[in-house]
Every structure is written in structure tokens, then in C-alpha cells.
């Protein structure tokens, strides 16, 4: 599995668009990037994902340069309820393993 | 809305007792996880398993911790001596082999 590397912890302004960005340099072909959070203790809560293009879905939009070696994902208004920790995976296609690093802690302040 | 079920959410349990984790997944999901979150470790898988057959269990400690899948609907993790270490949220996840996974609410786990 490719590793990732995302910031431990970001703060972003209530109503403002929160920026995740995440490190996957060893990224290969067929790896898809995944973004889950998890709120509290609650199971890990699924974003969004892509491969090469960028995606946008009602949650989130992912951002993913053009040589895969980093993405980001956006939260266009951020709200209170949105504090959380995400973490940003790469997942083969064929085997369906995922290895969680320890995220980024996002803290959304009125 | 179709979701992944564990039970119990909850359980404490004295050392040396066995203690079983229940784990219904998405109906159609082919693919079914287990992994293991404490503050120390973070998410760590444990057990992976498709068309019930397991896949990879190396992340599990082979001495004390089984996992299987009866059926398709139904996914067990047993622990048999349980001992203080093994407390932590135990989550259940499933998806289809090249799609998205989706994570259960876990099963948080006291070991006294």
C-alpha cells in the first residue's frame, strides 16, 4: 500500500471552505484515493474518492494534481459539524486493503 | 439506507473471558473488514475477508483472536482469552471488491 501523509491538525473559519491537503508520492496506476472522517468515536464516515480526475459530490470536492502525487480535498463551506479527523487512503482496485495513517484533525471555529 | 450492523456497541468483560463481535455487512458486500482503533495504534486492520474466504489476517494476534464468516451475513471476531490490551472500538467495514468500503458504528471493547 502507498503511504500518505496529510497535515495532524488544521483550523478553518465557520462558513469558510476547508483545504485537506494530502501527500501519496508512491502512489501507483491503479491506486484510487479515498477520504473518509471520523467524528468522535463513530465509525469512519465515507467523502469521496477519485483516480486521476477531480470529483465533486454533495459532501466534498477532491482535488487530484495531475501526476497523482497529491490531492486535496475541499469542504466549500465548512460548518461546526464538520470537525472531525479525516484521512486521506490509496486503495488498489484488485485488493481492496487500506492502510489508515493518523489523519488530520480539522477543528471548524465560529 | 443500507448500512453495515455491528453488535454489541458496548461491552465489558473481565480479563480472561471470551468475548465475540458480531458484524452484519451492506447486503450484496462481498468484502468484509475488521479493524482495530486505540489512541496509541490509530486504525489498524486486523482481518479482511471476501466471498467469505479470509484474505489476510496478518495484522491479528494468531494466539488469541479469530475471525470468521459463517455467511454472507454474518462476520465474527472472537477473542478468547480477552485481556486488558485488546480494549479498544472494533469496527466491522464492507464493500465490494473494487469499491467503496463502508464502516459499521464498532464495538467498543472494556477489558477489566
Known amino acids: 500500500d502507498a503511504k500518505t501523509t496529510q497535515p495532524p491538525s488544521m483550523d478553518c473559519a465557520e462558513g469558510r471552505a476547508a483545504n485537506l491537503p494530502c501527500n501519496h508520492s508512491t502512489i501507483s496506476g491503479n491506486e484510487y484515493v479515498y477520504w473518509y472522517r471520523q467524528i468522535h468515536s463513530q465509525g469512519p464516515q465515507y467523502i469521496i474518492h477519485?483516480?486521476?480526475n477531480n470529483e465533486t459530490n454533495e459532501m466534498a470536492s477532491l482535488i487530484i494534481t495531475e501526476d497523482r502525487k497529491s490531492s486535496t480535498l475541499i469542504l466549500p463551506h465548512a460548518t461546526l459539524r464538520d470537525t472531525a479527523v479525516y484521512y486521506c487512503i490509496v486503495r488498489p482496485t484488485n485488493a481492496g486493503k487500506s492502510t489508515f495513517g493518523d489523519g488530520t484533525t480539522l477543528t471548524v471555529k465560529p | 439506507d443500507a448500512r453495515v450492523t455491528q453488535t454489541p456497541r458496548h461491552k465489558v468483560t473481565e480479563m480472561g473471558q471470551e468475548v465475540t463481535m458480531r458484524c452484519q455487512p451492506i447486503l450484496g458486500h462481498n468484502t468484509v473488514f475488521w479493524y482495530r482503533q486505540t489512541m496509541m495504534q490509530g486504525l489498524e486492520l486486523l482481518a479482511y475477508f471476501r466471498n467469505r474466504a479470509p484474505l489476510d489476517d496478518s495484522g491479528m494476534p494468531k494466539d488469541r483472536f479469530s475471525a470468521e464468516m459463517p455467511d454472507a451475513t454474518l462476520a465474527t471476531l472472537k477473542i478468547q482469552p480477552s485481556e486488558p490490551r485488546d480494549s479498544a472500538v472494533y469496527f466491522c467495514a464492507s464493500g465490494l471488491a473494487t469499491q467503496t468500503v463502508f464502516f459499521g458504528q464498532g464495538t467498543r471493547l472494556t477489558v477489566v
Open positions: 477519485g483516480l486521476k
